[in-house]
């Protein structure tokens, strides 16, 4: 995955999920496993990966773990989503 999708979520991220401009993330920031994000904000961030690789992700084959990390993220977009139609 590009590095600019990775920019494009941790922006998305600090923006409209956690609210906090001024919060430094990079790509290996814990995010769910320090409550920065929770279950709900990851519906939201589920949609937004799916927009920047272009790819279906099943919801029943996401853990919040897989999530933990923008790196983590993407990884799991890889592993488990589907070209979209």
Do not use: C, H, W
Request: glycine letters at 6%; proline letters at 5%.
């Amino acid at each position: 995955m590009s590095e600019n999708g990775k920019r494009q979520m941790i922006n998305y991220i600090v923006r409209e999920i956690i609210r906090r401009p001024q919060t430094d993330l990079d790509v290996n920031t814990p995010l769910v496993s320090t409550g920065l994000i929770d279950s709900l904000a990851l519906v939201d961030i589920v949609q937004k990966l799916e927009d920047l690789t272009s790819l279906r992700i099943p919801g029943g084959k996401v853990r919040a773990q897989d999530m933990d990390t923008v790196e983590m993220m993407f990884s799991t977009a890889q592993r488990v989503g589907r070209p979209r139609n």
